[in-house]
């Protein structure tokens, strides 16, 4: 429903509560005056935008994961999950309440509680709102960026990673792989494995800490490891008393030479990332909005790195330059480039705009990872 639509189950009450917060003229004690004030109001495009704009960047957040959801209702119980994620840093003896953050989007008219029977718990944002909200950050988003001319080179990987996840299976088939203890391929057979893919990756060295972005995250190089991930959980592999060994499924793959689906592999990536990166999601859609011409990365970061949460041992932008940009690149969604005036380039690929508008996964759907593979050392 939109914006008038919810404004006419609302009760006077809270009608009132909204106009007080525009600073709406009417007759307080007439419904439908309030309601044609506040749309009035709302309506007009300086005022909607002036309260995007004095927005926290905690509120920023927190509206951000509600405008790329295509459901209409959420449980309170969702809300506060989303508001809490939206605090990035919590200072000591800070008394907080995400519940006040709900209050205040309730009194902007951007959430309602559900009118019916069946939707009273929980709440809803204007379908009109939702479009005006994206609206909104993307000018301020892009009055940010810098645009760049095409660079002379940049890297294009579509179907590479595709072709590679072949080659991986055809290794593992024609190849007998004993695994260690732990599951993990023995070095020589994994650089054999490394070796014949397009793109190159080094081995894990013995200094960082590896974990939240898969189940062999500490042991094996980031795209490698998205590769074993989505042929294990593809059941395409299996892992039997230390062998690795293809499924029927895989060796049928082998067998036809078929090659798998970009979409099917982002959204894997999707759910598999989303561990670490709870909106990941959101952050790939604003990608696709934003690098449709080729944009430099620093003013990408200038962007959205307010929306881009830490995790552990990664800071934001190394959240956002190696476990997202890289790894789309990889997956062929966004070139990458540089130039001599403006440093790094990134542009979305249109097989990158097709497949991220093409696929949503819910906020609950997700990949849960072993908790012992998490936090070990390399």
Same mark, same amino acid.
């Given at each position: 429903m939109n914006l008038a639509d919810m404004l006419s189950y609302a009760d006077i009450h809270d009608l009132s509560r909204i106009a007080n917060t525009y600073n709406c003229e009417c007759n307080g004690h007439s419904k439908n005056e309030l309601i044609q004030s506040i749309l009035s109001t709302v309506n007009r495009r300086e005022i909607f935008e002036r309260q #995007?704009?004095?927005?926290?960047?905690?509120?920023?957040?927190?509206?951000?994961? +509600?405008i790329f959801d295509p459901r209409g209702s959420f449980s309170l119980e969702e809300l506060i999950a989303? #508001?809490?994620?939206?605090?990035?840093?919590?200072?000591?003896?800070?008394?907080?309440?995400?519940?006040?953050?709900?209050?205040?989007?309730?009194?902007?008219?951007?959430?309602f509680n559900g009118y019916s029977q069946n939707t009273r718990y929980l709440f809803q944002v204007p379908a009109d709102l939702k479009r005006r909200f994206s609206d909104a950050l993307s000018k301020q988003f892009r009055q940010q960026l810098i645009m760049s001319n095409e660079?002379?080179?940049?890297?294009?990987?579509?179907? +590479? +990673?595709?072709?590679?996840?072949?080659?991986?299976?055809?290794? #593992?088939?024609?190849?007998e792989a004993v695994l260690t203890s732990d599951n993990t391929m023995y070095k020589r057979q994994l650089q054999q494995v490394l070796d014949r893919f397009s793109v190159k990756e080094e081995p894990v060295g013995k200094t960082a800490w590896r974990f939240g972005y898969g189940r062999f995250f500490k042991d094996y190089p980031n795209?490698?490891?998205?590769?074993?991930?989505?042929?294990?959980?593809?059941e395409l592999i299996t892992e039997h008393n230390q062998v690795l060994a293809l499924s029927e499924k895989g060796k049928s793959r082998v067998d036809l030479g078929q090659r798998e689906d970009v979409m099917k592999l982002y959204k894997f990536w999707l759910r598999l990332y989303k561990n670490a990166i709870p909106n990941l999601?959101?952050?790939?859609?604003?990608?696709?909005?934003?690098?449709?011409?080729?944009?430099?990365?620093?003013? #990408?970061?200038?962007?959205? +790195?307010?929306?881009?949460?830490?995790?552990?041992?990664?800071?934001?932008?190394?959240?956002?330059?190696?476990?997202?940009?890289?790894?789309m690149m990889h997956m062929g969604l966004i070139r990458i480039g540089e130039t001599e005036e403006e440093g790094t380039v990134i542009q979305m690929s249109k097989l990158g705009s097709g497949v991220v508008q093409g696929i949503y996964v819910s906020e609950e759907d997700k990949i849960t990872l072993p908790f012992d593979n998490g936090g070990d050392h390399c």
């Open positions: #995007v704009v004095d927005l926290s960047i905690e509120d920023v957040r927190f509206l951000n994961s +509600l989303r #508001v809490q994620q939206s605090r990035f840093v919590k200072e000591e003896n800070e008394l907080w309440n995400p519940r006040d953050m709900i209050s205040r989007f309730k009194q902007r008219g951007w959430l660079p002379v080179v940049y890297r294009d990987e579509q179907k +590479l +990673l595709i072709d590679d996840i072949y080659h991986f299976l055809h290794f #593992v088939q024609h190849n795209r490698f490891s998205l590769i074993y991930d989505y042929c294990y959980y593809a999601q959101s952050l790939v859609f604003w990608l696709e909005k934003l690098a449709q011409p080729w944009v430099t990365l620093a003013s #990408v970061k200038t962007a959205l +790195l307010p929306l881009v949460r830490p995790f552990y041992y990664d800071s934001a932008d190394s959240v956002l330059e190696q476990r997202i940009l890289q790894m």
